[in-house]
């Protein structure tokens, strides 16, 4: 099969992050605008002249973004809504990419935001599907915890990793995050105090979970030409890959769908893991983003506990690796947290991200992952971007 187009002449420019907050009584609404807010200030750009707007929540109902044209007095001639989840930056941005491409529109809003009220995850939780309705929350494994523990248990067991390999992503981004001042967690974090933490659902343990907050992030979509015109820094998009449901009669998730088009990616990027300078993975718990790291092509997945052991994950180390702090140590504000990544390699690749910036950065990859049903992730998606 030949590779899809690539995505010449389309660019990300603007990051923005509404700063998250633990608990929230605003709308989800509220946060969107202020991410549309920001996102016209920083660009010059008033918002009435978005004529795209995708939007990714799972707290907006009963809008979708459609209903968000008239709150925020918007006319697009694109919009794209999606409650993907993790996954949902990376289909957000292949999607507004080809609307700019094919001519459809010309700036493309990509907002992530959802709210965090006392008991709303809670009551996401209870409704967010229904193999959740039906085959988990009426055993008491409300969340992820339980899903995910019984993956991550199948997962160890096959590539040999062992909790302190695991500890090693977790500690990282922990240390990067106290240089992100936006991040909510701001103790450091040992590996003595990873490996000693109470188990929740083992081997998950407490440093092995995101904590659900509030906040949004944002980012445009447009030409290069029109990014230049603004004086706008900007990054390339180089490659993409997107698949649902990867392996569906794999009895366990032992891989995700990454791995059926990795080697698409790469060709469509015209280089190789080796040439990144940081990786930005979904981090929900960090044996994903080792499945991440096996699953498009930095090492086998055999090999995870030498590569794990073998590299320092750090702003400073030799592969920078969730350059925030990732959810785990920023927080999740629901699918924002899919956003996060982008992002963030969108201000290292512009030289913007302060006293986290890896020095010479110029490509980054950025993986996304979403949708846990009782056994397997379903969405996953992957993108390389590079500085202009």
């Not at 008239?70 to 990419?97: M, N």
């Not at 409704?127 to 160890?156: H, K, T, W």
């Not at 081997?203 to 979509?221: K, R, S």
Request: charged content about 15%.
């Amino acid at each position: 099969m030949a590779l899809p187009r690539g995505y010449d002449g389309v660019v990300l420019a603007v990051p923005v992050t509404v700063p998250y907050v633990r608990h929230s009584t605003r709308s989800a609404q509220w946060w969107v605008g202020r991410a549309l807010a920001a996102l016209a200030q920083a660009s010059g750009i008033s918002h009435h002249e978005f004529d795209g707007l995708s939007v990714a929540s799972f707290s907006l109902a009963p809008d979708t973004s459609i209903g968000l044209t008239q709150h925020f007095g918007l006319s697009p001639r694109f919009i794209d809504f999606l409650p993907l989840g993790g996954v949902a930056g990376v289909v957000g941005l292949r999607r507004a990419a080809r609307a700019v491409q094919a001519g459809d529109c010309d700036v493309v809003a990509c907002v992530a935001a959802d709210t965090n009220a006392p008991q709303s995850f809670r009551q996401s939780l209870e409704q967010f599907s229904r193999f959740s309705q039906d085959a988990v929350y009426p055993y008491g494994a409300g969340g992820p915890n339980v899903s995910f523990a019984l993956i991550a248990q199948a997962f160890m067991a096959a590539t040999g990793l062992e909790r302190s390999d695991i500890a090693r992503l977790a500690v990282a981004q922990r240390e990067n995050a106290l240089r992100n001042p936006d991040a909510l967690m701001k103790k450091p974090l040992s590996v003595d105090e990873y490996m000693n933490a109470r188990a929740i659902a083992p081997p998950i343990h407490l440093f092995d979970c995101v904590m659900p907050c509030a906040g949004a992030e944002a980012f445009l979509v447009m030409r290069e030409a029109a990014a230049l015109a603004q004086g706008l820094p900007f990054v390339r998009l180089t490659a993409a890959i997107e698949r649902h449901n990867g392996f569906p009669t794999d009895p366990v998730m032992l891989r995700g769908g990454w791995a059926r088009d990795v080697t698409d990616l790469w060709a469509m990027a015209g280089v190789g893991p080796d040439a990144v300078d940081l990786v930005q993975t979904y981090d929900d718990y960090p044996f994903v983003s080792a499945m991440q790291f096996a699953d498009l092509g930095f090492c086998a997945p055999a090999a995870l506990p030498e590569f794990l052991r073998g590299h320092d994950f750090t702003v400073m180390g030799d592969l920078p690796h969730n350059t925030s702090g990732g959810q785990l140590s920023v927080g999740q504000a629901g699918c924002a947290g899919g956003h996060l990544g982008l992002v963030e390699a969108l201000r290292q690749l512009t030289a913007t991200a302060g006293a986290r910036q890896v020095k010479g950065a110029r490509r980054a990859l950025v993986s996304g992952f979403g949708m846990i049903t009782y056994d397997r992730g379903l969405g996953s998606g992957a993108v390389v971007l590079e500085a202009a």
